[in-house]
């Protein structure tokens, strides 16, 4: 069974880079899309970017200036940075698994709050 | 960007009850659209993908249906379990987009 396992800061201040890390257990890693998603309080479901396991990357226009999706297919893991954070990137961000035009697993989930 | 809209926004039924929403796009994405159920705090689980394909483990309770712009996700008897908030979301282009979300209560 294929599970997602993420990590990283939750409380950051303004203008501080977002830092998120995600496992990858049981299943190929490659033949897939690596996603990062969030959600406001509150609110419905962003979508940030992905990479594959060559290392081609898609991102959320609106964000791609300040985003970097990266992977490391020694460990199963990829990575999501995110620069100069503000309040309005107070989210639960999730990484999740795009198989084809789907996203068929996610992690748990990430509250990330950024204050002043 | 494609832009996803659903409706309603917000749906009361009750068990036993069938209840369908809608999610347009705001142009054509062939049959690349799925649907997703979260429950408060959790994760969204994949229901439907390319617009009518049952996932697996998903009680066939749940259906989809549509082409193009228009689609539908039908849930035909609704149990407890039911009741959480469905997003559409399309994969036909990038950047990915989701629908605003319907949140399903009990009446």
């Known amino acids: 069974q294929v599970q997602l396992q993420q990590w990283g800061a939750g409380q950051l201040k303004s203008s501080e880079i977002l830092s998120l890390t995600c496992v990858v257990y049981g299943g190929s890693f490659s033949g897939y899309y690596w996603s990062w998603i969030r959600q406001p309080p509150g609110k419905g479901l962003e979508w940030i ?22 992977i490391d297919t020694s460990k199963n893991q990829f ?12 989210a ?25 | 960007d494609i832009q996803m809209t659903q409706s309603p926004s917000s749906l009361s039924a009750s068990v036993g009850d069938k209840v369908t929403i809608t999610c347009r796009a705001s142009q054509s994405i062939s049959s690349y659209l799925n649907w997703y159920q979260q429950k408060l705090g959790k994760a969204p689980k994949l229901l439907i993908f390319a617009a009518s394909s049952l996932q697996s483990g998903v009680p066939s309770r749940f259906s989809g249906r ?29 950047p990915i987009t989701f629908g605003q979300g319907t949140r399903l209560e009990i009446k």
């Open chain 1, 79 to 90: 990575s999501l940075k995110l620069i100069s954070v503000t309040a309005a990137d107070t």
């Open chain 2, 66 to 94: 549509g082409s193009g712009t228009d689609f539908t996700l039908t849930i035909s008897s609704l149990q407890p379990e039911d009741f959480a908030t469905y997003y559409c979301q399309q994969s036909s282009s990038i």
């Open chain 1, 49 to 70: 970017g992905e990479i594959n396991h060559s290392g081609s990357t898609n991102c959320s226009p609106s964000l791609k200036s300040r985003v970097t999706i990266s």
């Open chain 1, 92 to 116: 639960v961000y999730f990484c999740a698994r795009r198989l084809s035009a789907a996203i068929d697993f996610w992690g748990q989930g990430t509250l990330v709050t950024v204050s002043s």
